[in-house]
């Protein structure tokens, strides 16, 4: 069986700002398109949260490739995670790692799954990465539309 295909990115008008973030998932043939926004937010926590609404919409265990073009998410889970773990959530300086409540989701999320980090360069033709900005885009938009109708 192959592994499921996860393409995800972060936008943000303003930073902190309005944010969107979207994911692709790819099975073979199939795909499916995940999106959705915040009105308060930053670029690290859309990116952040697409990954973890794309590990969300997994239904079981499975291998996975998750493709990020943020190096803040990459790394963060491949590597800083587990020294902030070790620490009570505090940085080699110890102060309070940021944006804990996420890492502490995304941790708990990718402990269910093998997963396969990589970092692709953003807005660099990728056309999986493109798609995922779109979508991220998009969850921008959502929220700038919802917010004209209150």
Same mark, same amino acid.
């Given at each position: ?5 996860? +393409? ?23 795909? $499916? ?33 998750? +493709?990020? &073009?943020?190096? +803040?998410?990459? %790394? ?11 620490? =009570?959530? %505090?940085?080699?300086? $110890? %102060?309070?790692? $940021?944006?804990? &409540? ?36 998009? =969850? ?11």
């Amino acid at each position: 069986m192959s592994a499921v295909e996860i +393409y995800t990115d972060g936008a943000c008008k303003g930073n902190p700002g309005v944010g969107g973030w979207g994911a692709l998932l790819r099975m073979g043939t199939i795909e $499916k398109e995940l999106f959705g926004g915040e009105a308060n937010t930053t670029n690290n926590r859309m990116e952040m949260t697409a990954v973890i609404e794309a590990l969300r919409a997994l239904t079981r265990s499975c291998d996975a490739i998750v +493709y990020t &073009d943020s190096s +803040y998410v990459q %790394k963060g889970i491949s590597e800083w995670i587990h020294g902030w773990k070790r620490n =009570g959530w %505090k940085t080699a300086d $110890k %102060k309070p790692v $940021k944006n804990a &409540d996420l890492w502490i989701k995304l941790d708990e999320l990718a402990r269910q799954h093998r997963i396969d980090w990589r970092w692709v360069r953003g807005h660099a033709g990728h056309p999986e990465n493109e798609r995922a900005d779109a979508l991220a885009n998009r =969850g921008v938009e959502s929220v700038l539309a919802n917010a004209g109708k209150s």
